[in-house]
C-alpha cells in the first residue's frame, strides 16, 4: 500500500507535522533544485555564497528543535566527493548550527543499505524519494506496509551507527581535497 506525494504543500506539511523525529537517509550524489542552482555555481566558483535561498529551511530547523522536535540525516558520498557533495558538506554546517544533526557515509560503507532516499517521520511514517533520469525530484511515495517501515528504521540505525559526524567528515574531507590539490 502507497500513494504518491508530489512537490508542494502536501509534501511540505510533513516536515511541520511530525512529533518527534525526522529523518532522511540521502544516497545521490547530485540533487538538482532550482532553489540552490544559484547557490551552487557560486560555491564552484569560489565566490561568495548567498544563502537567502536557505532561510525558510533554516527557520522550520529552528523552529523544530526549539519544540522539541528532531531532524538528522545520513548523506551516503562516493569520494572523490562530487561538488555538489562538497556543496552540501558547506550547507550543512548551516543546517547543524540550527539544529538538525547530519552526518556522513562513505558509499564503500553502505553495504546493505538501500540505494534509494527516503524520509521516515516518528519511525512510523516513510516516504520514499523518486527522482527524474535528470536528479529532479518528482515526489514521495508514502508507503504504509509496516514490515517495509521496520526495515527502514532498521537501516536508519545502521546507517547512523556507521556514518561519521558532519564536522569531522568536512574537516578530512578538506584534508584530502588539498592534499589531491597540492599533488602528494
Not at 540505494?115 to 533520469?133: A, E, G, P, T
Request: aromatic residues 14%; glycine residues 6%; hydrophobic residues 35%.
Amino acid at each position: 500500500m502507497s500513494r504518491m506525494i508530489e512537490p508542494g504543500p502536501e509534501f511540505g506539511r510533513l516536515f511541520r507535522r511530525f512529533e518527534h523525529t525526522a529523518f532522511r537517509l540521502e544516497t545521490r550524489d547530485l540533487y538538482k533544485s532550482a532553489n540552490e542552482a544559484e547557490a551552487l555555481d557560486q560555491f564552484t566558483a569560489g565566490v561568495p555564497v548567498d544563502m537567502g535561498w536557505f532561510q525558510n529551511w533554516l527557520s522550520m530547523i529552528r523552529e523544530a528543535t526549539a519544540a522539541g522536535r528532531r531532524f538528522s540525516r545520513v548523506r551516503v558520498v562516493s569520494t572523490p566527493l562530487t561538488d555538489y557533495s562538497r556543496f552540501g558538506i558547506f550547507c550543512s554546517e548551516y543546517t547543524n548550527e540550527a539544529g538538525e544533526d547530519i552526518r556522513y557515509l562513505r558509499r564503500d560503507d553502505a553495504s546493505g543499505l538501500p540505494d534509494y532516499d527516503y524520509w521516515l517521520f516518528d519511525s512510523s511514517k516513510l516516504v520514499r524519494m523518486h527522482f527524474d533520469d535528470d536528479e529532479n525530484f518528482l515526489g514521495g511515495e508514502l508507503i504504509e506496509d509496516p514490515a517495509e517501515i521496520v526495515q527502514h528504521n532498521y537501516w536508519r540505525d545502521a546507517a547512523w551507527h556507521r556514518a561519521v559526524r558532519r564536522d569531522d567528515f568536512a574537516a578530512e574531507a578538506n584534508d584530502q581535497h588539498h592534499q589531491r590539490s597540492r599533488g602528494t
